[in-house]
């Protein structure tokens, strides 16, 4: 193969919910776009093996067995690790990692990435969220606002459809919603005990990726309404909630501009000191293990926070010998999560006449109320948290033929529960790392990522501190039987982990600028969760697509000029 078949305007390294929107944004504009994917191609309808089968057509019904679990302790840690979705969620013996402390790393490679599999929770990040850095003195400033975004996450809630409710809150700013689904009463009635008793506390209906009223946009693109089936991440074959590949991978295909080249891991960028900027990637065919070399104007690194913090910190030349545009020294570091450890349970005993009919694929939430707009506790920022309610039933299995029958027709639904789990930002700190393990390489020769983060006192307070408001209000509401429960789960199960190549002001603390160039080699961009400066308490997903967008746009207008 001629370089010339090896050049394009653009690559995209990583085909998941990011580098999907960086596909569709770059040949939608015309340019010749190769989509570089580690792992294998998965066509929405065609490669969703498992989307129409019942329970009782699964071999352990649904259930993993204990052998495989046992060789998976990481994976099968993750709820989605069950007999529908195995497939698409990578295993542990396939892609080790180093934990230099415990981190739950839980990934998928394959075309659409983590977007097979994702829970489709979508809320904006407020103007306290940009702010909270700067205004509570920890990592750095980010160079962004939430005005500079807002545009951004409508355009790309628009095509993705979010179904939400305009709830005029500050803290989470409203967005471009389809039709939000009903509540069940439980919830509404803790939403109005919150809404009558806590002046800065709310309950709203969770916005997620799902289309409850499709537009045209989203016929265009091949899908139909969301069924309520609640077996997304098996893929959805009406399309019904966002993934990559019902979405933007299809329409960045049908422009006629994408190549996407599965099966490709990405092991570096190519940086030529003479033209002192990037001019390409290595890749292994992870099939053949042939070594090719990519060449483009732009590199977009779209991989998922900690692989693309892997392929920057393996892209070493004269010019950067630390990973590529680790000047600062910077690059791996202050990488951060979610805290995810805290749940509290309860019954509760009213509404004993009522019960929810089919199911709902999203569920309540409390956007964050601590230290929102001053600092009122003694550790930094907060937490978000969900809240739902239903009735679960218990059946007696008792007895044999007509007995057993009649024990199972006598279901008992039992009173309503109710429960809530943490959303928690963490503090990101030098401390908490990724690096190349010296020593250990994976099945491509490609050095391990060694990963080292940890909770710290603020997270400790943040736990306690939600376990105590939290029964406060379930107590006040008229909850019975509160339990509250701390997993202490490692980090990572989250599935949020982000930072490590973050945006800043300033190139000797930050490897990014405001468009998401790395400072010291501009036309390497970086939009995945890996340019994040600060975490927040919101699901982050709906964020990297708003920055991808706006970041394309701003590359097409400087290659346009003959800037890059
Ligand atoms: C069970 C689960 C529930 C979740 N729920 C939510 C939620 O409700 N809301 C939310 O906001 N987020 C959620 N997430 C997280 C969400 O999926 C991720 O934030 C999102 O997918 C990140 O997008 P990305 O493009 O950065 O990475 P990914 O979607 O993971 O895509 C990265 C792609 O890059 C490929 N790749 C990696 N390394 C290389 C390489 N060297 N060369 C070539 N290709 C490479 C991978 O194979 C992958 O396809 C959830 C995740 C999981 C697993």
Known sequence: MGDNNRTFDVIVIGSGISGGWAAKEFTGRGLKTLVLERGRDVKHLKD?????????EFEHRGEVPYAIQKENPVASRCYVFK??????????????YVQEKPFDWIRGYQVGGKSMLWARQTQRWSEYDFEGPARDGYAVDWPIRYKDLSPWYSYVEKFAGISGNKDGLDVLPDGEFLPPLELSCVENYFKDFVAKNYADRHVIYARCAHLTEPKQVHLDQGRGQCQKRNLCQRGCPFGGYFNSNSTTIPWAERTGNMTLRPFSVVESVIYDEKKGKAVGVRVIDTVTKEHIEYFARVIFVNAAALNTNLILLNSTSPRFPNGLGNDSGVLGKYVAFHNY?????????????????????TSAYLPRFRNVKKQETDFLRGYASGFGAGRYGVRNYDGFGDTLKDNLAKKDLGPWRVGSHMMGETIPKETNYVRLDPSKKDAWGIPQLAINMDYDDN?????????????????????????????KQAPGLDI????GARMGHDPKTSILNKWNQVHACKNVFVTDGACMTSTSTQNPSLTYMAITARAADYAMSEMKKGNL
């Open 496 to 499: 949020h982990e982000m930072g």
């Open 83 to 96: 007999e529908d979705a195995i497939h698409f969620v990578v295993k542990d013996t396939e892609h080790p």
């Open 48 to 56: 969703y093996p498992t989307t129409n089968m019942q329970p009782w």
């Open 459 to 487: 997270d400790e307070k943040m736990v306690k501190d939600f376990m105590e408001q939290m029964t406060e209000m379930y107590t006040k509401a008229g909850f019975k039987d509160i339990r509250t429960n701390d997993s």
């Open 341 to 361: 450890r805290a749940k509290i349970n309860a019954i509760y005993e009213g509404f004993s006449d009522k019960t929810t009919d089919g199911r709902t694929m």
